[in-house]
Structures are given as C-alpha cells and as structure tokens.
C-alpha cells in the first residue's frame, strides 16, 4: 500500500490529524475503566462518600463527552483529503490513458478501463479516509488496552493474552484466502462492466440478429459468477470474524471465573477486577473490527494493485528526450518519406509475418498518393504510422526529412491530420467536432467559424445547416444521430479544418453515394493544394482523388504511377481492383455478356472524374 503514498502525500497530515483525533477518542474510552477502578476500590467499597463518586462521575461524562467530540475531529479531517487524492488519482489515470498508445487500448477493454478509474478508486478512497485510519487506531487501542488489563490485573491479563496466539494465526491464513477472492471479483466486476459497454455499443447489431436474449444468458451467467465470488469473499470474512468475536469473549468467560476466584482469594482488588473486564469490553470492539478492516485493505489493496497496471503499463511511444520542430514546409508543401517501413502488431501471433515487410514509398509535395491492397493487406496500419498511432518496428517514417520518432507528437500531429473509415464523433456541437484539431484560442471566435464552414463546405456538408441548431447543434453518442455518411464529411472536415501539412485519409467517403463522394472528391482536390495527402483507396471512385497510385503487396509497395499506367501494367494492381469488385460497371448492352471486364473511372489531370465509358 506505500505505493499510494505518491497520490496521498499531500493528504497525509490532514490524514494523520484524523488519526490522532481517533486514538486519542479510542485511548478516553480506555480511561473510563480506570475511573471506575478508583470509584470501587475507593468511594464504593471503603469510605461510601457520595461527593467522590458524583465527581467521578461528572469526569467520566467529560471524557465521554471528549470522546464524540475527537470522533467528530476524526470525520472532519478525514472527509475532504480522500476526495481529493480520489481525484488526483482519476485526473491521473485519465492522462495516462490519453498518452498510452495505441498498442495498449489495442489489449485492454472499455469496461476494465472503466471499473478501474470508478468503482476501484472509490475503495482506495474509503480505504484511505476510513480503514487505514481505523486499522491503525483499533491495533493500536488493542495492544494499549491489553497493555492496560495485564497492568490491572497480571494474570488475567495473560490469559487474555494467550487467546491472541490463534487469533493471529487466524488473520494470517484469512490474509492469504481473502487476497485472491477480493482480486477475482474486481476483475470480474471490470469484465461485467465490458460486457455492457459493448453489448450498449453494440445495441443495434444484437437487436437485428435478435440476440437479446443470447446477451442477457451471457450476462446473467457472468453476473452470476461475480455472486458466487463475491458469497467466497464473505463466507472467508464471516469465518475470520466469528473467530475473532468469540475467540475474546470465550477467553474472557475464563478470565472471569479466574478473575471471581483471584478475588475471593484477594490477589486482585474487586476495583481492579471491574476495570480488568470494562477495558475488555472496549478492547473487544476493536479486535471483532480488525476482521473487517482488514478486509478492506485486502480489497483496497486488489484495487490499488488494478489501477496501478493501467498508471504503471509501459509506453514505448513517448517524446524524443529533446524533440526536433519540423522545418518549413516547401512552397508546394511536405514530403512524406517511408523508408522500408517494417511493422508487427505486438499482438500478432508467433510465426506470423510482419503485415508490412520493407514498405519504401515517397509522396512528393502537395501530391495526393492513393494506397490500394486487398483487405487486410495493412493499408490502415500504414495509415497508421504516419502520425505516430503506432512506431514502426524498422525502417522509419520522414516528414520533410524529419523521422517522426523525432518530433513532440503534439507537433507531429498538429502537422498530420487523420481521417478514419469509421468516424468517431464526440459528444459536443458539429462545430467543436470539426475545430478538434484546430487552437481556437489562437485564432480567435470568427477565423473559427468561418474555418469550420469552409471545412464543412469542402466536405459537401451542407445538411449541417438543416439541423436544428446549425453548426452548434449537438451530436454524437448523447446528440442527433447522423447517417454514416454524415459522419463520416463531418470527420472529414475536421482533418480538412487541422489545415495539416500531411492529410491522412483511411477510406474516408466509403460511406458516400456515388455522386456525393464526387463532389466531395473534386472539392478536396481543389483545396488540396500544398497538403500532401495519403488515401487509402477501396474503391475506384476514391483513385480518382489522387495523382498517383502504390500498391501494396505481400507487405511491400510493389508498384507506384498513374492509375492508367498500373491498370496496364500491374497485374496485382488489377486484380485488386477486381477482388474489391466496388466500381462501377458499366451497364451492358442488350446481348452484351454481364461478365464484362471492369470499367474504371479515370482520374484527369484538372482533378474531375471522366469515366471511362469508350473502352
Ligand atoms: N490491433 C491489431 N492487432 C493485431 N493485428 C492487427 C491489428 N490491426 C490489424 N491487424 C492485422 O494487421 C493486418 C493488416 O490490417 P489492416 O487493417 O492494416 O489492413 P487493411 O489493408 O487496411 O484492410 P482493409 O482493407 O480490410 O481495411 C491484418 O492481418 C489484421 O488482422
């Protein structure tokens, strides 16, 4: 648990306030016994003044009345610093999650991520501001107060002492028992929570296939193992604590027949052997606790231990120790350099081949290159590496001559923006959607705006301006919903709106009709000019954006030129095109055979698209 210490330092003296207050209520309850020995040995039983005992009595209301008093001390030092080292540790894991790679959120779920920085912190928090204090203020009550009876009565004192030989022997074993329990059922409650998350995300695919059903069996059964973990977890405490309660009481039974004898024989005062039994009974209410403390401790400690893998995980991809700036881009704009490009997934299985194998590929300034492959051929993890998603495990990747490994990634992706397949939205206006990438501060509410209409424009989303609030109306998970085409110009925007040197688009207008994705693609040409632009390519329509075309095979880049030249020349080229088997044909003629080969369209110098119909 020292590991905390790095979150709950600042919080510690307000912490160890707590504590004091604590030990100091637990040690005025000790003195109560102590006042009653007196009152017995001396007004009761010889002089029988009546002063004397309303006195000591008036002092055992003072120190009652203290004792509420520090236990109040003890809550309102505690309170606040839990909350704030809570805090502090979630702001902490939530920047952790943000700056681990991608590799990382490749192997983690949503909802372990989501178990650990909520229902994990929350006991951490309660361990911290509640059971660490008490733990240490009911062991150290015990052993004053044990320390107290064997001053009162030696003998007795002993023997009570003997009954905690088992009873450490007992929180030993629980220790062990517990620890594997409490760290099962919070990875069980982390994959529960998985199993929401995604079957919410996933909504609509379980209602279309009709597995409602299958999902809430999977669920329940799930469920059903984090009870019976969570019945193992209680049944291993209630065994620990019954043996912590009755193991005291018991010892005390003898204690007391021992104790009436000692005093029939007068080796201790009856004063004596009233204050022995009142310090037990305050001492027991901290033994019979020390169960259930330390069981939260075991618990908080599977927490800590959970949160710590994700703040601990190691990320190889981090800042250069002292970072390069980019030079200035030429008048035509960046050049992108791969140099043979070597990746494997950390994942991938052993034997299996890097999914690229020796990538050498440049796009010149301000020239758009499309990347075509068959599926699965690691165009999206080319895409990839560009703006650093992942590094490359040989070769390297040069932005105006710059590795990118060099560069702060905030500036290398200020530099390179990227448009996704599938369009993540955030939860917030089209407007904050397409200034993500963009520093609004810097360039003031209006540059803002009219930068986010262009974008918008560029992107042929012109349905921005039929929604109910325009530009600030909210969309994404909590927001409208939007097609997927709508999305996806809205993602598309936001890469245009970055204003990037390097434009990374991965199959952006896969979602578009024919005719939009035109549009759009003759728009983007025109403002394209000094952004060197990477598209990955399904189908022809999207070739017609660019000015060259790679192709990518067996993890190399085995052809590169005009897509009229590869279509000529580059057997793999075409077959690609064919395999992909999404352009257009061209409708054949009666008495034509369907299977007519494949009719592209062409890209033309001026950026338009002519198709190809007099083949
Ligand atoms: N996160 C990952 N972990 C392990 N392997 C992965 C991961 N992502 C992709 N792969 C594997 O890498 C290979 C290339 O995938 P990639 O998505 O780059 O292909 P692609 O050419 O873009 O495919 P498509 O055209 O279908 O989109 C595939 O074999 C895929 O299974």
Same mark, same amino acid.
């Given at each position: 648990?020292?590991?905390?210490?790095?979150?709950?330092?600042?919080?510690?003296?307000?912490?160890?306030?707590?504590?004091?207050?604590?030990?100091?209520?637990?040690?005025?309850?000790?003195?109560?016994?102590?006042?009653?020995?007196?009152?017995?040995?001396?007004?009761?039983?010889?002089?029988?003044?009546?002063?004397?005992?309303?006195?000591?009595?008036?002092?055992?209301?003072?120190?009652?009345?203290?004792?509420?008093?520090?236990?109040?001390?003890?809550?309102?030092?505690?309170?606040?610093?839990?909350?704030?080292?809570?805090?502090?540790?979630?702001?902490?894991?939530?920047?952790?999650?943000?700056?681990?790679?991608?590799?990382?959120?490749?192997?983690?779920?949503?909802?372990?991520?989501?178990?650990?920085?909520?229902?994990?912190?929350?006991?951490?928090?309660?361990?911290?501001?509640?059971?660490?204090?008490?733990?240490?203020?009911?062991?150290?009550?015990?052993?004053?107060?044990?320390?107290?009876?064997?001053?009162?009565?030696?003998?007795?004192?002993?023997?009570?002492?003997?009954?905690? @030989? +088992? $009873?450490?022997? #007992? *929180?030993?074993?629980?220790?062990?028992?517990?620890? !594997?329990? &409490?760290?099962?059922? /919070?990875?069980?409650?982390?994959?529960?929570?998985?199993?929401?998350?995604?079957?919410?995300?996933?909504?609509?695919?379980?209602?279309?296939?009709?597995?409602?059903?299958?999902?809430?069996?999977?669920?329940?059964?799930?469920?059903?193992?984090?009870?019976?973990?969570?019945?193992?977890?209680?049944?291993?405490?209630?065994?620990?604590?019954?043996?912590?309660?009755?193991?005291?009481?018991?010892?005390?039974?003898?204690?007391?027949?021992?104790?009436?004898?000692?005093?029939?024989?007068?080796?201790?005062?009856?004063?004596?052997?009233?204050?022995?039994?009142?310090?037990?009974?305050?001492?027991? @209410? +901290? $033994?019979?606790? #020390? *169960?259930?403390?330390?069981?939260?401790?075991?618990? !908080?400690? &599977?927490?800590?231990? /959970?949160?710590?893998?994700?703040?601990?995980?190691?990320?190889?991809?981090?800042?250069?120790?002292?970072?390069?700036?980019?030079?200035?881009?030429?008048?035509?704009?960046?050049?992108?350099?791969?140099?043979?490009?070597?990746?494997?997934?950390?994942?991938?299985?052993?034997?299996?081949?890097?999914?690229?194998?020796?990538?050498?590929?440049?796009?010149?300034?301000?020239?758009?290159?499309?990347?075509?492959?068959?599926?699965?051929?690691?165009?999206?993890?080319?895409?990839?590496?560009?703006?650093?998603?992942?590094?490359?495990?040989?070769?390297?990747?040069?932005?105006?001559?710059?590795?990118?490994?060099? $560069?702060?990634?905030?500036?290398?992706?200020?530099?390179?923006?990227?448009?996704?397949?599938?369009?993540?939205?955030?939860?917030?206006?089209?407007?904050?959607?397409?200034?993500?990438?963009?520093?609004?501060?810097?360039?003031?509410?209006?540059?803002?705006?009219?930068?986010?209409?262009?974008?918008?424009?560029?992107?042929?989303?012109?349905?921005?301006?039929?929604?109910?609030?325009?530009?600030?109306?909210?969309?994404?998970?909590?927001?409208?919903?939007?097609?997927?085409?709508?999305?996806?110009?809205?993602?598309?925007?936001?890469?245009?709106?970055?204003?990037?040197?390097?434009?990374?688009?991965?199959?952006?207008?896969?979602?578009?009709?024919?005719?939009?994705?035109?549009?759009?693609?003759?728009?983007?040409?025109?403002?394209?000019?000094?952004?060197?632009?990477?598209?990955?390519?399904?189908?022809?329509?999207?070739?017609?954006?660019?000015?060259?075309?790679?192709?990518?095979?067996?993890?190399?880049?085995?052809?590169?030129?005009?897509?009229?030249?590869?279509?000529?020349?580059?057997?793999?080229?075409?077959?690609?095109?064919?395999?992909?088997?999404?352009?257009?044909?061209?409708?054949?003629?009666?008495?034509?055979?369907?299977?007519?080969?494949?009719?592209?369209?062409?890209?033309?110098?001026?950026?338009?698209?002519?198709?190809?119909?007099?083949?």
């Amino acid at each position: 648990m020292t590991r905390l210490l790095r979150w709950a330092r600042p919080a510690l003296p307000r912490i160890a306030a707590g504590g004091v207050a604590s030990l100091g209520a637990s040690l005025l309850a000790l003195a109560v016994p102590q006042v009653l020995r007196e009152v017995v040995n001396g007004p009761l039983l010889t002089e029988g003044s009546r002063g004397a005992v309303v006195q000591a009595a008036a002092l055992v209301l003072v120190l009652g009345v203290l004792e509420a008093l520090l236990v109040w001390c003890r809550r309102a030092f505690i309170l606040t610093p839990g909350t704030t080292v809570e805090r502090q540790m979630r702001t902490d894991l939530f920047g952790r999650l943000l700056d681990l790679p991608m590799a990382f959120h490749d192997r983690w779920s949503g909802g372990q991520l989501l178990s650990r920085a909520m229902s994990d912190l929350g006991m951490v928090r309660r361990w911290l501001a509640f059971g660490l204090v008490m733990l240490v203020v009911s062991a150290t009550t015990a052993v004053v107060g044990v320390g107290l009876m064997i001053a009162t009565a030696w003998q007795l004192g002993l023997v009570y002492l003997a009954g905690a @030989a +088992p $009873v450490v022997w #007992l *929180g030993f074993r629980f220790r062990e028992d517990y620890k !594997a329990v &409490a760290r099962q059922a /919070r990875d069980q409650a982390g994959d529960l929570a998985t199993t929401v998350e995604e079957s919410v995300h996933g909504i609509r695919v379980l209602k279309a296939f009709g597995r409602g059903g299958d999902a809430l069996e999977g669920f329940a059964r799930q469920a059903e193992d984090l009870r019976a973990t969570e019945i193992q977890k209680a049944r291993t405490l209630s065994r620990v604590s019954f043996a912590l309660g009755a193991l005291p009481e018991a010892v005390l039974a003898v204690s007391l027949g021992l104790g009436v004898w000692l005093a029939a024989e007068g080796a201790v005062s009856v004063g004596a052997l009233v204050a022995f039994f009142a310090t037990a009974a305050v001492v027991n @209410a +901290p $033994v019979e606790r #020390l *169960g259930q403390l330390l069981a939260m401790t075991l618990d !908080a400690r &599977a927490a800590l231990d /959970r949160y710590i893998e994700v703040v601990d995980a190691p990320n190889a991809l981090t800042d250069p120790p002292e970072p390069r700036d980019l030079p200035e881009p030429g008048r035509r704009g960046s050049r992108l350099v791969l140099a043979d490009v070597r990746f494997r997934h950390p994942t991938a299985p052993p034997g299996a081949r890097d999914v690229l194998d020796g990538v050498d590929l440049v796009v010149e300034p301000g020239e758009t290159m499309a990347l075509v492959g068959l599926t699965g051929s690691g165009k999206s993890t080319l895409a990839q590496l560009v703006p650093r998603l992942y590094d490359v495990t040989g070769g390297s990747v040069l932005v105006d001559g710059v590795d990118v490994r060099e $560069v702060a990634r905030d500036d290398l992706r200020r530099a390179v923006a990227v448009a996704f397949e599938d369009p993540l939205l955030f939860s917030a206006s089209v407007r904050e959607n397409v200034l993500l990438g963009v520093d609004e501060a810097g360039l003031g509410p209006e540059a803002a705006d009219t930068l986010a209409r262009e974008a918008l424009a560029v992107a042929s989303a012109g349905f921005v301006d039929a929604l109910p609030h325009g530009m600030d109306t909210v969309i994404g998970e909590e927001g409208l919903s939007l097609s997927g085409g709508q999305r996806q110009r809205i993602a598309l925007a936001r890469a245009v709106a970055a204003r990037p040197r390097v434009l990374v688009l991965d199959d952006p207008l896969s979602a578009l009709d024919v005719a939009t994705e035109a549009a759009v693609t003759t728009r983007l040409r025109a403002t394209l000019t000094g952004t060197t632009t990477l598209v990955v390519a399904h189908r022809p329509s999207t070739v017609a954006l660019a000015d060259r075309v790679a192709v990518l095979e067996d993890g190399r880049v085995t052809g590169v030129g005009r897509h009229s030249d590869l279509l000529a020349r580059h057997p793999h080229y075409r077959y690609v095109l064919t395999a992909l088997g999404s352009g257009p044909r061209e409708v054949p003629a009666p008495g034509e055979p369907l299977d007519g080969p494949l009719v592209l369209d062409e890209p033309v110098g001026d950026g338009t698209v002519r198709s190809r119909g007099d083949r």
